[in-house]
């Protein structure tokens, strides 16, 4: 079955770096665009960044644009979400989703905090 497995959170003071990765399994993760997405408490999750299966297309949400960067390993099958200048506002659950026949599927979040 499909599993995806977040790690890298943490405590970070706001200008700092974080880099997230997600582990997958279960499906063919070299055909699959993979996602970022983020929740904070009280607000709705939002899509952080994409990329397509090769790797060739990215794209972000306005707030993180210029200062995140996501990548992906198909031989390792991993998708990583380098995350830089971090402000108070980018304190959230990080989650990693594929979307694959029509269902989406989530790990289990990674925790980003940013305070000084």
């Known amino acids: 079955q499909v599993q995806l497995v977040e790690s890298g959170g943490g405590l970070v003071q706001p200008g700092g770096s974080l880099r997230l990765s997600c582990a997958a399994s279960?499906?063919?993760?070299?055909?699959?665009?993979m996602s970022w997405y983020r929740q904070a408490p009280g607000k709705e999750r939002e899509l952080v960044a994409a990329?397509?299966?090769?790797?060739?297309?990215?794209n972000y949400a306005d707030s993180v644009k210029g200062r995140f960067i996501i990548s992906r390993d198909n031989a390792k099958n991993t998708v990583y979400l380098q995350t830089n200048s971090l402000k108070s506002e980018d304190t959230a659950f990080y989650y990693c989703?594929?979307?694959?026949?029509?269902?989406?599927?989530w790990g289990q979040g990674t925790q980003v905090t940013v305070s000084s």
């Open positions: 990329i397509s299966s090769t790797g060739f297309t990215t």
């Open positions: 279960g499906f063919t993760f070299s055909s699959y665009v």
């Open positions: 989703n594929v979307k694959r026949a029509d269902a989406y599927y």
